[in-house]
């Protein structure tokens, strides 16, 4: 069901950082070659507008919205019809974010670089943003969380949700997103909700979309956050630019470094519950046991004969994005996953905190066997909108720290200035830039 890579001996020490990585399982549809994809999407929305979306919708999604802003009564109702528990749980993933998130909050900081000279940076809030939320195969109410907790701590004034429309709904949510996904907004205060998916979700946030009349129908954010498929992320990357992005957040990925210490059974679980998301999404074991790998193995045809997506968690794990390396030793382990960045990282070794310590590249870390991927996915407090596809070598999840801006506020008196105005002359002399230093010694005319 899952394939094996055999990286013992020669065949890890013989590889470079750029083949080990190469080497590693991948997807074969990846976002550089959905950029071809998404680019007439993207080009259909600048030009049609509103329209446009809905017309993307019915492609796409199936089913045509009554409008592409969802009601403010729909959304009412989907807060009253929530089932208690649901809504309890909901509460209880806010609550959890808000604690972890609140203690991001960036303070002022001034810095005296020498007498009457000061530099203040300043941290400003993203003034709209659009947060897109999935709602494929599965649904993400726990998405809506993510997103919106960190931005409206970090302060931000206009936020925007974007989700794709269900053909499956029925009455007054028939066209619009799933009830869960509205539910988790009208909890968390947003009202302003929109029955679009993927990548024209995308390009409608980075470029407006007016009415037929011309009325506008949604306005243009600043920076788009959020999880999504491989064509999702490819937008991001292709509207880079016209808008800022949090990171390339495509089809979820695992990775599990594991010893003879580790329990085969929940390495398996583990293993498909990211499976589960999407046929593309990618379960990777490092091992430097064999005898591991095979239980893994077995466990996995039991387990995936039992879930509900069998279907689904087959082709991911068979797929060349999923796999089990086998490793000479945990040394060689940490080098394999810090090449891989994955979006979750489990460490179920001897020692797991010490070893989760020396990882370098990845999205989240989870530590030892009562820290589940799962538990982030939901209610750990920790974000799980997170970077994918070997980003986490540069990036890192969502936080309060998106959503701001840092500015440099910059306050000199004259006899500071008149202080270092020598080197800055000198220095604009080098780069033969003269003005520069004119705009300096024009000052002490």
């Known amino acids: ?40 999407i993207c080009e259909q929305v600048h030009a049609g507008g509103a329209a ?28 009253d019809q929530l089932d208690p528990q649901l809504r309890a749980a909901l ?57 919106v907790v960190p931005a409206q701590i970090a302060g931000v004034g206009s936020l925007a949700v974007a989700s794709p429309p269900q ?39 980075a470029y407006g979309a007016l009415g037929e009349t011309g009325e506008t129908v949604c306005e243009p954010v600043n920076l788009v956050t959020g999880p999504g498929n491989v064509y999702v992320a490819a937008a991001k990357r292709l509207l880079l630019g016209v808008i800022g992005i949090d990171a390339e957040a495509g089809p979820t990925e695992i990775a599990i470094l594991a010893d003879d210490s580790a329990d085969a059974q929940l390495v398996a679980a583990d293993l498909i519950s990211q499976a589960e998301h999407d046929e593309l999404a990618a379960s990777v074991l490092v091992t430097d046991n064999e005898s591991l790998a095979a239980q893994v193995e077995e466990a996995l045809e039991e387990r995936v004969a039992l879930t509900k997506h069998h279907d689904r968690v087959r082709t991911a794990l068979s797929g060349p994005q999923s796999g089990i390396v086998l490793v000479d030793g945990i040394e060689e382990g940490i080098r394999v996953v810090d090449a891989y960045a994955a979006e979750h990282l489990e460490i179920q070794t001897r020692d797991a905190s010490a070893v989760a310590a020396r990882i370098r590249n990845a999205g989240a870390i989870f530590v030892g066997d009562y820290a589940p991927v799962s538990l982030g996915d939901y209610a750990a407090g920790s974000n799980h909108v997170l970077p994918t596809g070997g980003c986490a070598c540069h990036s890192g999840g969502l936080s309060v720290q998106t959503f701001l801006r840092g500015i440099h506020v910059v306050d000199y008196t004259r006899d500071a200035l008149a202080d270092i105005a020598g080197m800055v002359v000198t220095l604009a002399n080098a780069e033969d830039l003269p003005a520069h230093g004119d705009a300096v010694t024009a000052r002490f005319e």
């Open 52 to 79: 446009a979306v809905l017309d993307l919708d019915e492609r796409f999604d199936g089913v045509r919205p009554p409008s592409l802003r969802v009601p403010a009564d729909v959304i009412a109702a989907a807060v």
């Open 91 to 147: 509460q209880e993933s806010i609550g959890r974010a808000r604690v972890v998130h609140d203690a991001q909050a960036r303070t002022e900081i001034v810095t005296q670089v020498v007498p009457g000279g000061t530099v203040t940076e300043r941290h400003v809030p993203v003034e709209r943003v659009g947060l897109y939320v999935p709602g494929g195969q599965a649904v993400y109410p726990s998405s809506v969380v993510m997103n």
């Open 167 to 205: 053909r499956s709904n029925v009455g007054v949510f028939a066209g619009y997103p799933d009830p869960t996904i509205l539910a988790a907004c009208g909890l968390l205060g947003v009202d302003e909700v929109y029955a679009v998916g993927g990548a024209q979700a995308v390009a409608m946030f």
């Open 1 to 40: 069901m899952i394939n094996r890579l055999d990286l013992r001996g020669a065949a890890l020490r013989d590889l470079d950082a750029l083949a080990l990585r190469n080497a590693l399982p991948r997807a074969e549809l990846d976002v550089e070659a959905a950029l071809d994809i998404v680019r007439p």
